[in-house]
T-cell receptor
Framework: EAQVTQNPRYLITVTGKKLTVTCSQN?????MSWYRQDPGLGLRQIYY???????DKGDVPEGYKVSRKEKRNFPLILESPSPNQTSLYFC???????????FGPGTRLTVL | GENVEQHPSTLSVQEGDSAVIKCTYS??????FPWYKQELGKRPQLIID?????GEKKDQRIAVTLNKTAKHFSLHITETQPEDSAVYFC??????????FGQGTTLQVKP
């Protein structure tokens, strides 16, 4: 089944404790992206990647890191999480030729 | 910088009426405009999209129109049903590949 998976789905952590949210897709998509969703602010892009070893900042990259060492994986790293990073996070992927972007199920992160 | 403005933020209609959501974008190089529907607690899913070489596209009760000169596009839902209630997001994609989303519209269809 073609899909985007994220883990964990839910995470409660404390300020400063490094964490990684994994994202994986099995559709051989070149483009992958991370968004955060907050009430009233829509979907804001954190980072995106056009292909392996190619990553770019989105609109809200501060406090986040990503890597794209393999085509299928695009992990999101929070080196030192803070409470303002409490949010719902979505990973998404698509082919490069402007087709449908598929979203993962989301990760709800709470930073205390 | 690149920006997409979406209006209204909330929309309430009676079942059977039409609903219209409008978006404007700032990057004239944008060439792909998808609309996503997000039901409560679920991920966004594509419902319709349009490319810059097309002015209008329909899919049953849903249609999207694009005015490139004015840099705006709209979602039209006719004969609304309670299951159309959700948050709708417009987006615009530039040549860089970056997809910019609007702030979302919460649509409520009252039976």
């Amino acid at each position: 089944e073609a899909q985007v998976t994220q883990n964990p789905r839910y995470l409660i952590t404390v300020t400063g404790k490094k964490l990684t949210v994994t994202c994986s897709q099995n559709m051989n998509h070149e483009y992958m992206s991370w968004y955060r969703q907050d009430p009233g602010l829509g979907l804001r892009q954190i980072y995106y990647s056009m292909n392996v070893e190619v990553t770019d900042k989105g609109d809200v990259p501060e406090g986040y890191k990503v890597s794209r060492k393999e085509k299928r994986n695009f992990p999101l790293i929070l080196e030192s999480p803070s409470p303002n990073q409490t949010s719902l996070y979505f990973c998404a992927s698509s082919p490069l030729n402007y087709n449908e972007q598929f979203f993962g199920p989301g990760t709800r992160l709470t930073v205390l | 910088g690149e920006n997409v403005e979406q209006h209204p933020s909330t929309l309430s209609v009676q079942e059977g009426d039409s609903a219209v959501i409008k978006c404007t974008y700032s990057d004239s190089a944008s060439n792909y405009f998808p609309w996503y529907k997000q039901e409560l607690g679920k991920r966004p899913q594509l419902i319709i999209d349009i490319r810059s070489n097309v002015g209008e596209k329909k899919d049953q009760r849903i249609a999207v129109t694009l005015n490139k000169t004015a840099k705006h596009f709209s979602l039209h839902i006719t004969e609304t049903q309670p299951e159309d209630s959700a948050v709708y997001f417009c987006a615009a994609r530039a040549n860089t590949g970056k997809l910019i989303f609007g702030q979302g519209t919460t649509l409520q269809v009252k039976p």
